[in-house]
């Protein structure tokens, strides 16, 4: 009698276990396959004063201030465009070294900033090396929405 309730012991646990790894596997897979939607009003920016709806559904940043050169490092950030579309913000610009010198190959945060130059978030990005009096493009990529930001400031990381 024993051994035969020993028996039955197991069986209960090694059932036990294999429920608890079927219910963590289902856990895990729905948890993948939620996609994560940043809701508007958490980027900091409440209304859409400075971007404008393009017809295939793209917002485009109109601020006046994004339209300014920024500096940095001996480099001239310009032609600035920020995007959204699809739950994806992309930051397209130019980049040329004034330098006589190599410049670039590391880590820059974009602070975003609102119309009253509060800073909302920290975008991370990098710029490639530049050759003396090259020129580069700066991409960068985030589904976090700014794309109603007023401007940004370059730090390096």
Same mark, same amino acid.
């Given at each position: ?8 012991? &197991? ?27 940043? +809701? ?20 485009? =940043? ?10 940095? =490092? ?26 006589? &010198? +190599? ?55």
């Amino acid at each position: 009698m024993d051994v035969e309730r020993k028996r039955k012991i &197991v069986m209960i646990g090694a059932l036990g276990i294999i429920l608890l790894l079927i219910i963590l596997i289902i856990i895990q897979v729905v948890g993948r396959n939620k996609k994560e939607e940043i +809701p508007k009003g958490e980027t900091g920016i409440q209304d859409e004063k400075y971007v404008e709806k393009l017809e295939d559904g793209t917002r485009k =940043n109109t601020s006046s201030k994004l339209k300014e050169n920024k500096e940095f =490092n001996g480099l001239i950030i310009k032609n600035i465009e920020i995007t959204e579309k699809g739950n994806e913000t992309e930051v397209v610009a130019d980049i040329e070294n004034t330098k006589n &010198v +190599p410049e670039g190959d590391y880590g820059i945060y974009l602070k975003i900033k609102n119309d009253k130059g509060e800073e909302i978030k920290q975008i991370a990005g990098y710029i490639s090396y530049i050759e003396g009096k090259g020129t580069s493009k700066l991409r960068i990529k985030t589904s976090y929405d700014f794309a109603n930001a007023y401007d940004f400031e370059i730090v390096k990381q």
